[in-house]
């Protein structure tokens, strides 16, 4: 990942430092393994607990030479060990050791994404509340369509996200597997005891049927969860993004002192972050196919898997991450434009209601749907076209012969649509003790 969009939280877990110290742990688990079932002294694991460690720089220079990084690695350690280091990687093949720390870096690096995005849930659920009132156009296709409100939006994207952290916690659940099984997984050199306990050890589950590796299923799952997951914030951009052109106005995300929208036209104030997690959600979802395409190895495995994996697991973190934080940095900076929501639901002259209309035409007229939309189309073309108010047109239409204008001019009243977004909110208990904006 460039510089611009790493996240020390997520560099920290993927660098060479942190990857083979995850590897030693791998390594001692399965000493104190041996150990306890009498097959390593207990002098040797002492010396391997007390003396094992490594130099990033030593391995790289025996790499050059073996081509191989776990060699690379068992030989460094086995350096800083003495004698004792005979014992290190003791009936191990290299997956067993990289695999096992693998899905305890991806543990970590989910744990982090998760944590970033509790911290926007709650921030969507507060401001959901905030407006749960708030009137608002409701848009299908771009187009005005029928009122909602803007905590209702809200609410929606605080679902999604829930839906998300949901989906996250079971993925890594799943993910947090472990495996000491050997060359082709039948435990010829380690008995499954042996597994048993380094996975216990680390906190981790046994892989109940392995090969050389994990099999991909496993880790193509967390990067989809994350690509569905990055889907639900530019779907959350995508809406800022919208809300703030300048016909419409009504959300602007955080424009800060100094800061600059063009070189070239002074006046811009563009929505530059929401277009860049728009951006890295694209990115993020092209990881999401190499990930599939690791599920189907030769036979017991091929090392066809590693070198995509080298990229795409601490990029997906890092986009996912700094995504997050992003879409946290808009959303608590958001600038809401109340009262151009409500003169933006009143720029089509009244056509938001068209639907409503319809309905009591229907139901208080006693005529055919299909005559009552037609009347109701009819007028609405009108009012687009003649920029004639709808309640205008329809208080002169003969064919509306059965309501007065009082009954005509409630149907145009927005508290109608919002008599049941408290139930919708009751959906949602954890929201109740928040306060609402008055």
């Not at 086995?78 to 004792?84: D, L, Q, W």
């Not at 156009?137 to 949901?166: C, M, Q, W």
């Not at 809401?336 to 139901?363: A, Q």
Request: charged share 25%; aromatic share 8%; net charge negative.
């Amino acid at each position: 990942m460039i510089p611009r969009y790493e996240t020390p939280e997520i560099k920290k877990i993927w660098t060479d430092e942190s990857r083979f110290r995850r590897w030693l742990d791998v390594e001692i688990a399965a000493s104190q393994a041996w150990n306890e079932a009498g097959e390593v002294p207990d002098d040797d694991f002492r010396n391997i607990k007390e003396k094992a460690g490594f130099s990033v720089e030593r391995i790289h220079e025996i790499e050059e030479i073996t081509q191989h990084d776990v060699i690379a690695f068992v030989s460094s350690v086995a350096e800083t060990i003495g004698t004792s280091g005979r014992f290190v990687h003791f009936g191990l093949t290299s997956s067993d050791v990289i695999d096992t720390a693998s899905s305890l870096m991806i543990g970590d690096s989910l744990d982090i994404v998760i944590g970033e995005l509790k911290k926007l849930h709650t921030l969507l659920g507060k401001m959901a509340v905030k407006y749960k009132f708030t009137p608002c156009a409701g848009r299908t296709h771009g187009i005005h369509a029928e009122p909602t409100t803007f905590g209702l939006k809200l609410l929606n994207h605080y679902s999604e996200v829930g839906r998300d952290l949901e989906r996250l916690a079971d993925t890594k659940n799943k993910m947090m597997a472990g495996k000491i099984s050997g060359a082709v997984g039948t435990y010829a050199n380690c008995p499954p005891k042996i597994e048993a306990r380094v996975c216990e050890l680390l906190g981790l589950t046994v892989d109940p049927v392995s090969t050389q590796i994990i099999q991909r299923d496993r880790h193509a799952r967390v990067l989809t969860d994350l690509a569905i997951a990055g889907g639900t914030l530019e779907r959350l951009a995508l809406e800022v993004r919208h809300l703030q052109r300048t016909e419409v106005l009504e959300a602007l995300e955080p424009f800060k002192k100094g800061q600059k929208g063009s070189s070239a036209m002074p006046h811009k104030k563009n929505p530059i972050l929401c277009e860049r997690v728009c951006g890295m959600s694209r990115l993020l979802r092209g990881y999401v196919t190499p990930a599939l395409e690791n599920i189907a190895l030769w036979h017991e495995r091929d090392i066809s898997h590693s070198s995509a994996e080298r990229i795409i697991w601490p990029d997906a973190f890092s986009l996912m991450h700094y995504m997050t934080k992003t879409i946290i940095k808009i959303m608590s900076g958001l600038v809401v434009n109340e009262d151009k929501m409500l003169e933006d639901i009143n720029l089509t002259k009244g056509l938001l209601f068209s639907g409503r209309v319809l309905v009591k035409l229907v139901e208080h007229e006693g005529i055919s749907r299909e005559n009552a939309y037609a009347i109701v189309q009819e007028n609405a073309m009108r009012c687009w076209n003649e920029k004639i108010p709808l309640l205008t047109l329809l208080k002169n239409d003969v064919r509306v012969k059965g309501m007065d204008d009082f009954e005509l001019e409630s149907l145009f009243d927005l508290e109608y649509y919002f008599r049941y977004v408290n139930e919708v909110f009751d959906r949602f208990p954890e929201l109740a003790n928040i306060p609402q904006n008055k």
